[in-house]
Structure formats: C-alpha cells, structure tokens
C-alpha cells in the first residue's frame, strides 16, 4: 500500500509540471498585462515595471526563469500586490478556502448519504420521491443561482443570517457559503448512493445474509452499506474538483477572502505569478485527494488492492 | 408416519412485472419428513428456485406468495422477518448456486461464518472461531486455518461452495436447502461435492433443486418434477427413473445422453472411417503469458503457461472434441488457433500453410473458412445490430459482390437452414431466448460456408432440450455442408454424442487422443477415467455399479506446474517416475493415445 502510494505520487511530479506549463502559456494568451489597470502610467514607468518582474524577456526565458525558482520553493512576486509574494497571499486565503471546502465536503458526503439511504430503503414512497426531487434540482441549478437565493431569503428576507464577510470564520458567517457550496455535492451524492444501495440490495450475497437468519439492519449495515459506498468515493476526486471551482464562485459572491476570490481577482489583474500559484495548489490538492479517494476504495474492495 | 418436517400446501408465487402478472409457482404441495433426501427437478423457468425462496422468506420484493408452508407445525409463510430469523440460518439453511456471487465479497470467511453463530448462538468470539473451523474441517477444505482469514476471490470455485455449505451447516440445521449446489462447478470438483453431500444424508435432511437429472439420480431418495410452476410427477427415484408416467419427465430423460453407447450415425463422417485430407495441424502449440507475482518485496513475471506444448491434427469432415475443465486451456487454444492471440511457439498449419507468420490482412483472408461460435449466445451478438444485418456481416465483408437481394436470399436461407424465420431478421437479440441466439451465432458462423467450424462450449448455457436441439442442428448442418468442427466442451456427455475423436486437456498439456468409442469404452489415462467417472449419470443401475473415482484436491496453478507429469499432484496411480519425467504420447493396442507413465 505505501509502496503504491509513492509510486503515485512520483507520478503526480510529470503530472505537475504539465499542468503548471499549460497554465503558464494560456494565461500569456489572454489579451493584456499585469499594469494595464494601472492608471495614468506613463510608458517608460510601465517598461521599467515590465524590467522589474522580468516580463520584457523572451516567453521561453521567463519559463524558464519561473520553473527553475518553482523548483527552489519560491512562488514568486504578486504583481498586482507589488508588495506581497505570492505565497504569502496563498497563506492568508487557504486557511478560510479549507474551512469553507472542507466543512461543505464533510456535509455534502454524509448529508449525502443518508439522504441516498433513506431513499433506497423507503424506494418509491413518497419520502423517495422528495428526496430525489430536490436532488435533481440541487445537481441542475448551478452554485452562482442558489447562493443569491439563498441570501435573499435567509439573509434579507428572514434576516437570520449575515448577507456576506468571513468575520474570522464566525459560525453564522460559515453556514450560508457552506451550504451553498455543499448542495451539489450532497444531491450528486445522495443519487448515485440510492442507485448503488438499490444494486447491492439486489446482489445475490445480500440474499445469503437474509438466509443467515440476520435482522434486517444487520443485512444492511453489513452487507449492503459497504459495496454500496464505492460508486460514492469513485464520486469523490470530481465532487473535490467540483467544490473548488464551485468555491471560486461562492467566495466571490460572499466575499470571502480565499484562494478562490484571489484566483478570480488575480485573473482579471492578469496577475500571471498569483494564478500559477494557486494553479499549483488546486491540482495538487486534487492529485493528493484522488489518492487518498483510491486507497479508501482499496480498503473497501479487497479485490482492486493494489500489490 | 413421523410429522413432517417441513410442509408446504397450495404454494402459488406470483409476479408483478411490466409486462403483466406471471404465476411462476401454481400450486405446489409437498412435504420433508425427518431423514429425507429429496430432489425438485424442473428446467429454468419451471418455478423451482422460486418454490425454496418462498419457504425461505427470500421472494424478489414484486413477489407476492400464497398458500401455507408449516415448519415443525409453524406456519412460515409471509411470516414478519422477526419470525424467520429464528429458523433462517438455524433450523434451515441454504446453498445457492453461484458461490462467488452469494458469498460477500469483501468480508473475510471467517467473518462470513462467525456471523451466523453470534446471530444464533451466545458463543464467544474464540467459541464460535473454533466451531468455524471444525466445521471447515468437516466440509474438507485444505488448510482451514489459513481459509478463515482470506477473502472469497481468494478461493477456488469448490472451495468457495464449501464455504457455502459449511456455513449452512454451522448451527446444525433440521434441514438443508440446495439450490443447484453443483452447477456451476466443474465436472471432477462437482463429483466431490456431490460426494460429500451424499456423506451429509446422514446427518441433516437436505432438499436439492437441480435440472440436472444426473444429480438426482446419485443422491435423492424422491424426486419431484416441475413444470411451469406446477408438481407433474412424484415418487421414489427408482420409479421416477424407470416408471415415469408424465410425457414431460419422460422428455426430460430423453433429453438426457444416456450412457449407453451411441449408435454412430448413419452419414459418420469420414473421419474415422477413411481419414481424409488433413485440414488443421497444430504442432507444439505453446501460448503463455506474462503475469505478475508477488515474491516477498519483489513483484517478477512469470509464464502462465495456458497451453503447452500440444499436437493434434483435424482431417477434412472430422468432428474433433476438446474436452478439459475450467481453466485447462481450452479456449486459449481455440483463439490460439483462430489468431485472436499470439502463440508463443510451434505451428498451426491450415491447408499447408503457417498461420501464426501471417500479416493480419491476409490472415484475415483466412477467415473467410474459419467460423466460430461463442459460448455465450447473447453477448457475442452485437446488441444494437438486427439478426439479420449479424448473419449479412460476413458476407458484406467477404462478398462485397453481391447486390442486395442476393444478400438477403443467402440471409433468408441461412435462417431457415437454423430453424428461424424470416420475421425473425428485423429483430434484436435480446428478443431471443438462449437457443434461439445460439442459432443465430451458428447461422452467422455457416454463412460463408467455412470449411472449419470452431465451437467453444456452444451448448453450456442452453437448458437440456435445447442443447438437444441445438447439437442436432450442428450435427445436421456437418452433414449438409461437411464442414469439420472443432467442439471444446466441458461436458463429456455432450462430447460423447458430437465427437468422432477426442482430446483430453489438462492445465495446458493434451494426455490422452483417442476414438469417441475407444475414449469413452475403455480411457487410458487415470484423469480420463476420473472425468468419465464423475459424469452424474442420470441412470440409477450405471450409477450404483459405477465405481466412482473421486480425484482429491484441485488443478495446480498454470503459473507453477508441477514437474514430470502435469497430473501427478491429483492422480491416484502416481509414483517418482511421475515428478521426474514427463510422459511422453504412446500409442495404445487399440488406436488410443495415452501420455502416462502408468497406462
């Protein structure tokens, strides 16, 4: 297991450096540059700006430069925040991006599945049919409608919770831009949970374990949960990516001050070295996640464990 | 008459489906005294299986079932679940077919067993560890010890099914139920489990439902017939089997192959008779491939040596039988010939010339007179393509010529040369039973009127009237066209009828060719004898005469054989000679050949 674990991760350094080399030229394409919005910059202070952060070299010079000071650790300097590195940025904003993405996995995987439970065993009846319902809904409508239905009516119209802010991570400050974030999540997962918990139900095993004479929440709990888990944690690595872009939008909307607001500011300044930065952090969150998703999947299923 | 046991009035089990209600049980009465062995034979669809889930509480939730099933006096039928799990897995317990499916997949086997103890038993966790392992112990599974802590992909298919029955048996059940406890084994592991349950008569009533009426025949005290859904005959065995009065348990053992020797055929091909032209050699045919094993930290490959070393030749109209078990390398060999896989070694010789140093175009020139017919009807039909545009395929590609009519007419008259009709074209396959898709499959492989007809076990899915059906179709569609066929089979009985010359494989090495008659009169090699041998007769005097030999243990692994003989490590007659060299082909007195050291 440890030793399909690193080979893994060796893996996720080509994996990397793929990503970080698309990214650095397709952002280059975007039409203008880092000082565009600065206003009423004279030309040569705008060359000596272009000097400063090396911008005036050939492309292929300035990948170069970027991936050798990536390889020492160094993220480089914000552009559009001249004063800050961008690391420094990325550890101010993960903290409050963690706190939102993962308390909204937490509950969109367990609300999730407990929302699929109920449904597989009530199938048909009326609770199936609401659960379901809302499900659907919750995978169709997208994050950036709900959220602003959402502080419409929690936060203006019942006036229980606050429009918008982090306030350092306030317990009502959370609830809103978590359940927003959490809702697709929750409805992707409690679907495919009632579909795998209604396929294990019907596997000739489960029919063994009620020939045992075992009641019926043993059978269950047993027999059925487990297989009936691994569709939802194959789910898992794209409900992770998912959160991320989804947390872009929420943070925004919200203004929370993450690492997704500062990818979204970061690309309208066409702020290159601060979106590479972050660039860098989602893909290696979601190789690291993916990973820890396949050996979970290892455990449950003794058959597809890795030699 | 002591109470019985189990009794079971005016069963009827309806479903609820799409298409309609369908009564698949209609009024089945019986009863299980204490001591009883009974067999409940019937087709697929005559309402068997449903007959033991209604007993069981374990109907599909569209099922609604009706009537009384008393046990010990209690009625159990519809009973609340709370009710059942006071009996289910204590009083009574059950076997399903398929043990890879009905043990769960990832827990372990001693899980699995434990489970039941604690259910029904205040047993603490070592009591009931070493009551699993006695009872492993009595099922007879090697190194029990090892077994408990393994998963069920880990075991073999007997094993597996051992598992199975020794979890039915933890608590000491009044009555075992087996749902087809055999059929998915294969022939030499069925003959021990088949033994073994014989041995349980003693100890526990058992009821067995199977199609097979071989399996009736050698175990069941009384036997029951079903026919959709109903009870048409009952009585002792030996009635049932030489005084049969329903039509439709006499078709059953008419349907049966006997196992008395066949007349040959009329046309007998020419095989045997004046041996014609050579059509197929195969030489030193080897096919391994790479696996990976685990070796402490290291993971090396190794050659999983699926065939090794083999030598046969097929004559122009000959029917040439392969028969060996699960695993032996029988349809390696069948792909091997056609070029669906790379050999390793030797030579396939077709009309004079080597196949395996081909380009893939114009081996596929070549195809043009190999058919082949697949296993599984159903999924070697492309689903989304009509019957008609299946069996038109082959001629699209090959006689690119012919204009559309001619197309259809050749379609038409391959359908009727199969026994289907024209409506039959437009149709997809999931429209067709099993024998009516392995007809299809049949008309597609004939339609280029090929000159070899490789069939890989085209019967093993079919139920026995429409194997019947099925192996006459082959035989008269042989005749018509005298194409030569090459029929890999696990079942020597179906073998016995098709086959004018035998091979017998194991664990990738042929050991014995020989004549069907010769074969099956007198087999040479100790592993031919033992297959023979473990053919569950369906005649109660063969089946008592017979003297059954039962081989121990299961085939080695094809990655590590073992040295010499590949057959020693299962073989009664085995002595040094057999580990330190391997036997070499010798001709028999009476035209059979033998590779063995003993025979």
């Known amino acids: 297991m440890l030793n399909y674990a690193l080979r893994r991760l060796l893996v996720a350094v080509p994996t990397l450096f793929v990503i970080v ?13 880092p000082f565009d919005l600065i206003p009423d910059l004279d030309p040569t202070a705008a060359e000596n700006l272009r000097k400063a952060y090396d911008l005036d070299k050939p492309l292929v010079e300035q ?5 050798w000071r990536l390889a020492n650790g160094d993220l480089g300097p914000s552009l559009a925040y001249r004063d800050r590195t961008v690391a420094e940025l990325i550890a101010e904003g993960l903290p409050v991006s963690a706190q939102l993405g993962l308390t909204a996995m937490v509950l969109g995987l367990f609300a999730g599945m407990l929302c699929g439970i109920v449904a597989a065993l009530r199938k048909n009846s009326a609770v199936d049919f609401t659960v379901m319902a809302i499900a659907m809904a919750g995978v169709g409508i997208p994050t950036f409608v709900t959220a602003p239905l959402l502080t419409l009516f929690f936060g203006l119209y019942l006036g229980w919770l606050p429009l918008s802010g982090w306030n350092n991570g306030q317990f009502a400050h959370i609830i809103l831009p978590v359940v927003a974030l959490a809702l697709p999540t929750l409805a992707g997962i409690a679907r495919i949970t009632r579909g795998s918990m209604l396929e294990s139900l019907g596997a000739d095993y489960v029919r063994t374990a009620r020939a045992k004479g075992l009641p019926e929440w043993k059978v269950i709990s047993r027999h059925v949960l487990r297989p009936a888990c691994m569709p939802v944690v194959s789910y898992l690595g794209p409900a992770i990516a998912g959160a991320m872009t989804g947390s872009v939008v929420i943070e925004t909307i919200f203004g929370l001050p993450g690492i997704g607001r500062a990818f979204v500011e970061g690309a309208l300044n066409r702020d290159y070295s601060l979106i590479l930065g972050i660039v860098i952090v989602y893909a290696t969150l979601i190789i690291l996640l993916n990973l820890l998703a396949d ?13 | 008459m002591s109470t019985p046991l189990l009794a079971c009035e005016d069963l009827h089990v309806r479903f609820e489906t799409h298409a309609g209600e369908v009564h698949a049980v209609r009024g089945v009465d019986f009863e299980v005294h204490p001591g009883d062995c009974i067999g409940i034979v019937g087709e697929s669809g005559s309402g ?17 079932a009706s009537g009384s099933v008393r046990f010990r006096e209690e009625e159990i039928l519809n009973a609340p679940s709370g009710q059942l799990n006071r009996i289910r897995g204590r009083r009574v317990s059950m076997v399903f077919q398929d043990p890879m499916a009905s043990l769960t997949p990832f827990m372990r086997i001693g899980a699995q067993l434990c489970e039941v103890l604690h259910q029904h038993s205040d047993m603490s966790r070592d009591e009931a560890k ?6 492993l112990e009595i099922v007879q599974i090697p190194e029990p010890r090892r077994r408990f802590g393994m998963y069920p992909h880990e075991l073999s298919g007997g094993q597996r099914q051992r598992v199975m029955i020794a979890q039915a048996l933890l608590c000491e059940p009044d009555l075992l139920i087996a749902d087809e406890p055999t059929t998915a084994l294969d022939l030499t592991i069925q003959a021990q489990i088949l033994d073994f349950l014989r041995s349980l008569k003693k100890r526990t009533t058992i009821v067995i439902i199977t199609h097979d009426l071989g399996v009736v025949a050698g175990l069941c005290d009384t036997v029951l017939v079903m026919q959709e859904g109903r009870v048409v005959e009952r009585g002792a065995t030996e009635t049932i089997f030489n005084a049969s009065e329903h039509p439709y348990t006499r078709a059953l053992l008419a349907a049966l192959p006997r196992p008395k020797r066949v007349q040959p055929p009329k046309g007998r091909s020419i095989g045997t008779t004046a041996p014609g032209k050579s059509l197929l050699r195969v030489d030193d045919l080897r096919v391994h491939f790479p696996t990976r094993v685990q070796d402490h930290l290291r993971s090396r490959t190794v050659p999983l040596k699926a065939v090794d070393g083999v030598s046969f030749s097929v004559a122009e109209g000959e029917t040439v039988g392969i028969v060996g078990e699960s695993g032996c390398g029988k349809s390696t060999l069948a792909r091997a010939i056609l070029q669906l896989i790379g050999s390793t070694g030797g ?3 077709w009309q004079g010339e080597d196949l395996s140093g081909l380009s893939r175009k114009a081996m596929n020139e070549r195809r043009r007179d190999l058919g082949v017919v697949f296993q599984d009807p159903l999924s070697s039909l492309n689903p989304r393509m009509t ?3 299946i069996i038109a395929e082959p001629l699209r590609r090959f006689h690119p010529e012919l204009g559309r009519e001619d197309r259809d007419a050749a379609v038409l008259n391959a359908l009727r040369d199969v026994g289907l009709d024209r409506e039959h074209r437009d149709r997809y396959p999931h429209e067709f039973s099993g024998g009516q898709c392995q007809r299809v499959s049949i008309a597609r492989a004939m339609i280029l009127k090929p000159r070899l007809l490789i069939c890989d076990e085209p019967v093993s899915s079919l139920d026995a009237s429409t194997r019947k059906q ?3 179709l082959l035989k008269d569609l042989q005749k018509k066209h005298g194409v030569s066929i090459i029929f890999i089979s696990h079942d020597l009985s179906v073998v016995r009828i098709v086959c004018d010359r035998v091979l017998v494989m194991y664990l990738g090495h042929f050991v014995e060719i020989a004549d069907r008659d010769i074969l099956f009169d007198s087999p040479a090699h100790p592993y031919t004898q033992a297959l023979i041998s473990a053919i569950p007769v369906p005649d109660l005097k063969a089946q008592r005469q017979q003297e059954r030999i039962i081989l121990t243990g299961e085939p080695p692994s094809p990655t590590a054989p073992p040295s010499g003989c590949v057959f020693r490590t299962r073989c009664p007659v085995a002595t040094d000679l057999c580990s330190e060299r391997e036997p070499e082909f010798r001709t028999l007195e009476n035209g059979a050949r033998v590779a063995c050291h003993h025979a």
């Open chain 1, 21 to 33: 080399t698309l990214a650095f030229f397709l952002i280059r394409i975007a039409p203008g540059g």
């Open chain 1, 63 to 67: 990948y170069g430069n970027y991936l």
């Open chain 1, 295 to 307: 050996i979970i999947y290892g455990y449950l299923d003794p058959r597809v464990r890795p030699r």
């Open chain 2, 48 to 64: 068997k299986t449903q007959t033991a889930m209604a007993l069981m509480g374990l109907l599909a939730d569209n099922a609604a």
């Open chain 2, 130 to 135: 070493a009551r699993a392992l006695e009872v």
């Open chain 2, 347 to 349: 030579r396939i010789v």
């Open chain 2, 387 to 389: 019957i008609g545009s």
């Open chain 2, 470 to 472: 099925t192996i006459g």
